[in-house]
């Protein structure tokens, strides 16, 4: 089962969250055959974090709350919310395998948050920039929450382009990176 994790920092918890860079690497290691995608989303500056977004393939809900709540930041106040949706893998890869590569151009979370009947089940045509895509889903798997993507595009409004807009109560757009250990 995928699940989509996606932790809010804690205003002023920069230096926190460098703190324990190590102690969040190692604690993701355990994870590394069942990411999907991980990476820190920012501000708009590029430098101050925001985030953080995992995609994991885990056996059930439980496994999901256990991996989203014991993350080192979690646990030290790092973050001050977490997004913890089922998700549909509609490429059906990883964002290792996604044929752009982890460098060059800009990179995006684009979180809709659903509004009434489902929206964006399937992948759009013609998006050979959408690194993951998938719908969020309720825990039995069915009922539509709304869609998170990561995508390369050339600016925020491009990248929330890949919604259908008047089919969510609110689209965000964060900038993001490919993340894990360097």
Request: aromatic share 20%; net charge positive; hydrophobic share 40%.
């Given at each position: 089962?995928?699940?989509f994790c996606?932790?809010?920092d804690?205003?002023?918890s920069r230096a926190l969250r460098e703190e324990l860079t190590e102690a969040h690497?190692?604690?993701m290691d355990q994870y590394a055959a069942n990411l999907i995608a991980r990476g820190p989303t920012f501000a708009p500056d590029g430098e101050t974090p925001t985030g953080s977004v995992h995609i994991v393939d885990l056996p059930d809900s439980a496994a999901a709350r256990a991996f989203a709540f014991d993350e080192p930041n979690y646990q030290a106040g790092a973050y001050r919310d977490v997004l913890l949706r089922r998700?549909?893998?509609t490429l059906g890869r990883t964002m290792w395998e996604f044929p752009g590569g982890t460098t060059?151009?800009?990179r995006y979370l684009v979180i809709g948050l659903g509004s009434g009947h489902s929206a964006d089940?399937?992948?759009p045509p013609g998006r050979e920039d959408l690194i993951a895509y998938g719908p969020l889903l309720g825990d039995d798997d069915t009922t539509w929450?709304?869609?998170?993507?990561?995508?390369?595009?050339?600016d925020p409004d491009a990248a929330r382009a890949v919604l259908v807009p008047d089919r969510y109560a609110g689209i965000e757009v964060h900038d993001w990176e490919f993340g894990g250990r360097r």
């Open positions: 089962m995928y699940f996606y932790h809010r804690r205003s002023g690497w190692s604690y998700w549909r893998n060059g151009g800009n089940l399937d992948v929450l709304g869609t998170a993507a990561l995508v390369r595009a050339a």
